[in-house]
């Protein structure tokens, strides 16, 4: 674990309670800035496009499959609304949550639903944690089947790279940002995309450097889709790895045939054949769904052994359905906020052997409700995984303060 050094006291206590403060873990959640219009959406999608309009329009699959997962207590907001954003960081806050890692989207100097971040960094409200996460991905109709049809290319350059860090750098002085030793934590979810990765890192904290700010605690995103492995990451100048969840390769045994067809074509199709029949209307209405029992993932989560050679940041979620956005889905069912708490529990302890303050755990995610991914309330469940996250939450911190 020596890639994280001890972190600094916390400013205006003493050394006991800062101490005790820093060994408690902080639980991010993933924050999707997509709920309001712009005007790219209207254009690709219709007017007045966001992904309500998918969450609404979700119908079960087969019997007994939860959907549509409709918002509880929060409504179907809007985030140009700044008291949309205001209440959102309230329940957080209230539930436990440190903080929300925004989903950032650059192209080439062009943002895409910057409009909730950069309203909040103008106001200074809410007064809550916050992150990034570059999701630097290309945008393609992948929901309406057409994978390959491509509505916005993710591409990269040693000018925009510059441009961007300038832009960076301007959000990390804000005193709200998330830091892991004093340094600005910035995650990457497709790192294996960026050409001359290395370089471009080392680029950027040298950036930091000279403007007199701290070099950014880079975080490398693994997921299903990583062609990189952790070693390779750390290797490119990387901090840390956060493990993002679902991912395809932990999946344990999938609960029907056509699943098993899934599993076994994601790994002997090329991937473009493989995106083709995922998306395919066709066998979308034959029910190609990938359906996997929430227990069953949970175990094999636990189970995995963790990495003793470097810092890795686990990722647990409450439940999981992407079939709101997806023609050929893939259902975690039967999730349960005893299960849930298990896996959180789990994740806590894994992190638990870091230095103080530099223990991360990630929960995907506060709003993805088109992936049936959220921790916000909604109509069938409430407040129920909310309150079992802070009372997981606050057992940890009273076993810290015991010891």
């Known amino acids: 674990?020596?890639?994280?050094?001890?972190?600094?006291?916390?400013?205006?206590?003493?050394?006991?309670?800062?101490?005790?403060?820093?060994a408690i873990a902080r639980a991010v959640c993933f924050y999707l800035p997509q709920f309001h219009p712009i005007p790219e959406n209207d254009l690709w999608w219709g007017d007045g496009f966001t992904e309500w309009a998918n969450v609404a329009s979700a119908t079960p699959r087969f019997k007994g499959h939860y959907q549509p997962h409709l918002p509880g207590a929060l409504g179907f907001y809007d985030l140009r609304l700044e008291e949309a954003r205001i209440a959102q960081a309230a329940l957080a806050e209230r539930f436990g949550i440190h903080g929300f890692c925004y989903y950032h989207y650059w192209?080439?100097?062009r943002r895409l639903l910057g409009r909730p971040l950069d309203e909040m960094l103008a106001s200074g409200k809410p007064d809550f944690p916050f992150c990034l996460c570059w999701a630097n991905e290309t945008w393609s109709r992948t929901w309406s089947g057409r994978e390959h049809d491509v509505l916005i290319r993710q591409e990269y350059s040693s000018e925009d790279h510059d441009q961007h860090i300038a832009w960076l750098a301007r959000v990390f002085d804000d005193r709200r940002y998330i830091r892991v030793n004093?340094?600005?934590?910035?995650?990457?979810?497709?790192?294996?995309?960026?050409?001359?990765?290395?370089?471009?890192?080392?680029?950027?904290?040298?950036?930091?450097?000279?403007?007199?700010?701290?070099?950014?605690?880079?975080?490398?995103?693994?997921?299903?889709?990583s062609t990189l492995d952790d070693e390779a990451m750390l290797a490119s100048g990387f901090d840390a790895i956060v493990n993002f969840e679902p991912n395809r390769q932990h999946f344990p045994a999938v609960r029907n045939a056509t699943g098993h067809a899934v599993s076994l074509a994601r790994r002997v199709l090329p991937r473009r054949w493989y995106d083709a029949l995922r998306n395919s209307k066709w066998l979308a209405q034959g029910h190609l769904n990938t359906v996997v029992n929430y227990a069953a993932y949970v175990d094999a989560s636990i189970e995995r052994i963790p990495s003793r050679t470097h810092p890795t940041f686990p990722c647990v979620f409450p439940s999981w359905d992407n079939s709101?956005?997806?023609?050929?889905?893939?259902?975690?069912?039967?999730?349960?906020?005893?299960?849930?708490?298990?896996?959180?529990?789990?994740?806590?302890?894994?992190?638990?052997?870091?230095?103080?303050?530099?223990?991360?755990?990630?929960?995907?995610?506060?709003?993805?409700?088109?992936?049936?991914?959220?921790?916000?309330?909604?109509?069938?469940?409430?407040?129920?995984?909310?309150?079992?996250?802070?009372?997981?939450?606050?057992?940890?911190?009273?076993?810290?303060?015991?010891?």
């Open 182 to 225: 004093g340094r600005p934590l910035f995650l990457i979810y497709r790192p294996e995309s960026i050409p001359e990765l290395a370089k471009v890192l080392d680029e950027w904290k040298n950036y930091c450097r000279r403007e007199g700010s701290a070099e950014p605690f880079f975080c490398a995103v693994s997921t299903g889709f």
């Open 107 to 109: 192209f080439s100097g």
């Open 1 to 22: 674990m020596s890639h994280i050094p001890a972190s600094p006291q916390i400013e205006g206590s003493s050394g006991a309670d800062a101490a005790a403060m820093n």
């Open 324 to 403: 709101a956005r997806k023609v050929a889905a893939t259902i975690i069912q039967n999730h349960s906020p005893a299960q849930y708490v298990r896996w959180l529990e789990d994740a806590l302890g894994r992190v638990s052997a870091y230095p103080p303050g530099s223990r991360l755990v990630f929960i995907n995610a506060w709003n993805e409700w088109a992936e049936g991914c959220h921790l916000e309330p909604d109509s069938k469940h409430g407040t129920v995984f909310l309150e079992a996250t802070k009372e997981c939450l606050d057992r940890h911190t009273r076993s810290i303060l015991k010891d």
